[in-house]
């Protein structure tokens, strides 16, 4: 599809969409109802496009704090991080009556994206280093921003909305500010490296800003660079840098002591991927970093007192003031990871039952499938929930949470024991999804394994660390590697699971309706009943999904939108693995998608 700068209309109408996408009820145990849910009569379009954006109002820190209803203005939609939404207009009732709305196609390349909305208007951030403002309605196209960055575009995940403007962080270590109403650029901040660092190459912002008051927070995942990731924050009206934060500890500061004493220049990863979330009434954030890939200089402790190879903030939750980027307090959730299964993603905020009391926690699901949930203002442990998916972990410190390791899972040159997960881990960056009203976490998880021996990818340094791919031994057993996995957080149990025939490659998305979505490589985006787990519909798609889902509303109207089309390291192991394990063991194989990069809208029919 061709595209232009202004007012193009880059929609395809719903018509043209139903002959792409059969979107039909699926087959399930629970009794259907009898009719749908009555719908009001649909209020006139309250304005053009050129006039929603025209009056698209800037968002103020009191927006970001309690978004309106039909909005979705963070990644996670809120500062908690619990992509959830509030909207019921689609329900368990009526969910078997989506189809879809209209489509807008995207250049294909590098995105993991999650679309905001705001007063009726999308924003996405799309490949290769674009922001499209698009009408939330109709999908008619506002207008785009095109950077031309000084090295290859680069897997992004989201935005940042503020103040009027769209906070956009772009391949070549940049954050640009844009108007919101116009796409035209404010500023533009290079991100400067901290010694001992100079190839920028081996830095990257993957993960969405997060605006807090004035501050855009960012985080810079590192790979193999010198002395690793870190977190800057920069001024939201001028875009100079305000702090910065080292997620591997240096030398001579706090934690400086579990690097085996390794110079700072040897001290690598503490990638921040995802986006940290807030609590207003606690004024922290709160990050997660990942583990390093230089593992052999850890993998045993250095004879010398106080040295550790703990290998601080990989794998933490670091609690962090917004204003000052001072650290009050960190918990590292897995030391001395050998297998690079993070702990690295969201840090969903929420009010649970601990001990028979609500009590406020901050809880994140690493790679292994295990939710750790942690007091927000002191970090101290409080419970974990295992997804059952994982062989590392034998026990878990109910005081401390300190993890006991099977010695048969380290990594052995000499037999290549199998570990579960892989190291693509039984969840990635999707999100997982909290409601409040089931008081259930939704997870989506992948069933696979590895061998870590002498052969294959070289993704660790530790000798012996060759990873190769193996089967979950519970997908051997039906057939079946994906899952949704629902957790009962106020209970501390596993709730219900559904287990998929293809693995779920897009985040959680519980809604007051009582509908939980996930998008898998059918490719399909479903929806579940989030009190039973039923499969209550499917909504074809023309190509693989790998985006943050949202829902939003325009009027009286909800919409469900999901992104497909592009590659990321996620799906680009995922499906190619998929179709493997079919193969293996004589499933029938899986039709190639073959649809463009697009947006897919979805909305209750008439």
Wanted: glycine share 8%; hydrophobic share 40%.
């Amino acid at each position: 599809m061709k595209v232009s700068n202004g007012f193009a209309n880059g929609a395809v109408a719903a018509s043209a969409l139903l002959a792409l996408a059969a979107c039909a009820p699926a087959t399930s145990t629970m009794t259907p109802a009898a009719s749908a849910a009555p719908v009001a009569e649909p209020e006139p379009e309250p304005a053009t496009p050129e006039d929603r954006i025209a009056a698209l109002a800037p968002v103020t820190q009191e927006m970001r704090e309690d978004p309106a209803p039909g909005d979705w203005l963070h990644w996670g939609r809120t500062y908690d991080g619990k992509n959830f939404s509030p909207l019921d207009i689609i329900n368990r009732d009526n969910v078997a009556s989506l189809a879809p709305a209209w489509t807008f196609e995207l250049t294909p390349g590098l995105s993991m994206p999650t679309p905001l909305i705001h007063d009726g208007v999308m924003f996405l951030h799309t490949a290769p280093d674009t922001v499209i403002a698009i009408d939330a309605a109709s999908g008619q196209e506002m207008w785009r921003h095109v950077h031309a960055p000084t090295v290859g575009s680069t897997m992004k995940m989201g935005l940042g909305l503020g103040d009027g403007h769209v906070f956009a962080p772009m391949s070549d270590l940049r954050v640009v500010a844009l108007d919101a109403r116009t796409g035209e650029k404010t500023w533009d901040h290079e991100i400067q490296l901290s010694e001992p660092a100079t190839d920028r190459s081996v830095f990257n912002l993957r993960s969405a800003p997060l605006v807090v008051g004035d501050k855009i927070i960012q985080g810079v995942t590192a790979s193999a660079g010198p002395g690793g990731g870190f977190i800057v924050a920069l001024d939201s009206q001028t875009g100079e840098e305000v702090w910065r934060f080292h997620t591997t500890a240096r030398p001579d500061g706090p934690g400086g002591n579990t690097w085996n004493d390794l110079p700072v220049g040897r001290r690598t990863g503490g990638s921040v991927w995802d986006r940290g979330t807030y609590d207003p009434d606690l004024h922290l954030v709160f990050f997660g970093a990942g583990p390093t890939y230089d593992t052999a200089p850890l993998r045993h402790p250095i004879d010398k007192p106080g040295v550790t190879n703990d290998a601080l903030y990989t794998n933490a939750t670091m609690a962090l003031d917004p204003d000052t980027g001072e650290l009050k307090w960190h918990y590292q959730h897995l030391r001395n990871d050998q297998w690079d299964l993070d702990w690295a993603f969201e840090r969903t905020i929420a009010v649970v039952n601990v001990d028979g009391q609500d009590r406020k926690v901050v809880m994140n699901v690493g790679k292994m499938g295990i939710l750790d949930a942690l007091d927000p203002e002191t970090g101290a442990y409080l419970f974990s929930i295992d997804a059952e998916t994982q062989n590392v972990i034998t026990a878990i410190d109910p005081e401390t949470g300190e993890k006991t390791i099977d010695p048969n899972a380290l990594p052995d040159p000499s037999r290549a024991p199998l570990i579960c997960p892989g190291a693509s881990g039984a969840r990635s960056w999707p999100p997982t999804s909290y409601s409040p009203q089931t008081g259930m976490l939704y997870l989506p998880l992948t069933e696979w394994c590895m061998r870590m021996g002498a052969e294959n990818s070289t993704l660790l340094s530790a000798p012996g660390a060759g990873i190769s791919n193996a089967d979950h031994p519970d997908a051997v057993a039906d057939g079946k590697m994906g899952r949704l996995q629902a957790m009962d957080v106020n209970n501390r149990t596993l709730a219900w699971r559904q287990d998929l025939d293809s693995p779920v490659a897009t985040s959680a998305l519980a809604t007051a309706g009582g509908v939980v979505f996930a998008g898998d490589l059918q490719p399909a985006l479903k929806a579940f009943d989030a009190a039973t787990g039923d499969l209550l519909w499917t909504g074809q798609l023309d190509s693989n999904p790998n985006s943050t889902l949202a829902t939003y509303a325009v009027g009286d109207t909800q919409y469900v939108v999901i992104v497909t089309g592009f590659a990321n390291y996620h799906i680009s192991a995922m499906a190619p693995r998929y179709q493997r394990f079919r193969a293996d063991h004589g499933l029938s194989p899986v039709v190639q998608p073959t649809g463009p990069a697009a947006i897919h809208v979805f909305a209750l029919s008439e």
